[in-house]
Nanobody, 128 residues
Framework: VQLQACGGGLVQAGGSLRLSCAASGFTSDYYAIGWFRQAPGKEREGVSCISSSGAYTYYTDSVKGRFTISRDNAKNTVELQMNSLNPEDTGVYYC??????????????????????WGQGTQVTVSS
């Protein structure tokens, strides 16, 4: 599995960015794709995840109502639309792939160790 994330950048508070994760090489039709972020000096945390079918989406509480995850099957990408950004959203954003069962539990879907494949990350910086 290969993942490549892009779309990060510098934006002012209240602005928007759209991240994209190009994924290829899946050996199963049942998998989960998650977006994680890591701020300097902090642990990597889950932001949003989506099932392989696109039918199930999940968000961590701090981004609910502001971020939207979606699949673009034509492009074979997973997008993360981020609106109303604030400085606390700053960090390196990673997309990752894990087995579909990862999404079955609240704790499991945010567990970094459940995702076996990771992209290289894209920097998001939100200025105040």
């Amino acid at each position: 599995v290969q993942l490549q994330a892009c779309g990060g950048g510098l934006v002012q508070a209240g602005g928007s960015l759209r991240l994209s994760c190009a994924a290829s090489g899946f050996t199963s039709d049942y998998y989960a794709i998650g977006w994680f972020r890591q701020a300097p000096g902090k642990e990597r945390e889950g932001v949003s995840c989506i099932s392989s079918s696109g039918a199930y989406t999940y968000y961590t509480d701090s981004v609910k109502g502001r971020f939207t995850i979606s699949r673009d099957n034509a492009k074979n990408t997973v997008e993360l639309q981020m609106n109303s950004l604030n400085p606390e959203d700053t960090g390196v954003y990673y997309c990752a792939v894990g087995p579909g069962s990862t999404l079955l539990s609240t704790r499991g879907r945010w567990r970094v160790a459940n995702y076996g494949y990771w992209g290289q990350g894209t920097q998001v910086t939100v200025s105040s």
